[in-house]
């Protein structure tokens, strides 16, 4: 039960429905253990999704951190006209003001 519990079920009740059928379906028996249920259930132990929501959260981290070094060197070349920098980006100017105000930049030839 504990297994069950701590798996996070992406497909929702419609996963647990269909790995207990194929279980039953696999072996003839009155209880279902562990080494009934699928690997990637078995592998779900708890704790795993901490990890998981760390390495998201690194990814993230780095994600955001290459963004930001993106604006800041297309500022750069644009000489800080946020116009240019933003058709360097191949975004739009608009776009370009939100990630500017997200990372805290001006955007000026300064920054």
């Not at 419609?14 to 009155?30: A, C, G, H, K, Q």
């Not at 259930?41 to 930001?68: F, P, Q, W, Y």
């Not at 750069?76 to 990372?103: D, P, V, W």
Request: glycine share 8%; net charge positive; charged share 25%.
């Amino acid at each position: 039960m504990q297994l069950l519990q701590s798996y996070s079920w992406p497909g929702n009740v419609r996963e647990l429905e269909s790995i207990l059928e194929r279980t039953m379906n696999i072996y003839d028996v009155p209880l279902i253990f562990q080494e009934h249920l699928p690997t990637q259930l078995r592998c779900s132990i708890v704790g795993t999704t901490n990890h998981l929501d760390e390495d998201k959260r690194m990814l993230e981290v780095g994600l955001n951190s290459a963004e930001k070094d993106l604006l800041v060197e297309a500022l750069r070349r644009a000489e800080g006209n946020k116009a240019k920098a933003a058709k360097i980006l191949g975004i739009h100017r608009s776009a370009l003001y939100k990630k500017l105000a997200k990372y805290g930049l001006k955007g000026g030839k300064s920054s």
